[in-house]
């Protein structure tokens, strides 16, 4: 990721309930830094035409704290572009960040993801995806999460 893209990428607003994935004024500095760090892992997703429509983090990024991660898998996070949420390329998306983790983290026989638990349209995606839900818990925020593995 580069900084015009994560800067793109926190200017994004989505509309309620999932304005929770916003990110707070007084975080973006910090944010910022976190899209951009050499130890982070985050990757953007571009269309055919080149426009950024989402991106994806993976390991420890893609945890969110209050949650078992003792079970060895790898973390993955995907998020795309306001304007696309509900259009149908869910699938899509979770299928190419499964084929880059075969790339980028050879080896790997489990992934796992984690998903606010009023996001619908992620939890849809993940079932149909073929992941299972293997964990519950609240975040600090009082954020309810699931958490989800898939064999590969």
Not at 33 to 38: C, D, F, M, R, V
Not at 126 to 137: D, I, M
Request: aromatic content about 14%; glycine content about 8%; proline content about 3%.
């Amino acid at each position: 990721m580069n900084e015009p893209d994560a800067r793109e990428i926190l200017a994004w607003r989505y509309e309620a309930p999932y304005d929770f994935y916003d990110p707070k004024d007084e975080d973006l500095d910090t944010d910022l830094q976190t899209l951009l760090g050499l130890a982070d892992n985050y990757m953007t997703v571009r269309d055919a035409e080149g426009s950024l429509v989402g991106y994806y983090c993976f390991g420890f990024d893609a945890q969110i704290s209050g949650g078992d991660y003792s079970e060895n898998a790898l973390d993955i996070g995907c998020h795309a572009r306001p304007d696309l949420l509900g259009t149908g390329l869910g699938a899509s998306f979770i299928a190419m960040a499964i084929d880059l983790l075969w790339l980028f983290f050879p080896g790997q026989e489990q992934v796992r993801t984690t998903v606010a638990a009023f996001n619908a349209r992620a939890l849809q995606v993940c079932e149909t995806a073929g992941f299972v839900q293997t964990q519950e818990f609240t975040h600090e925020n009082g954020v309810e999460f699931t958490v989800w593995t898939k064999k590969v």
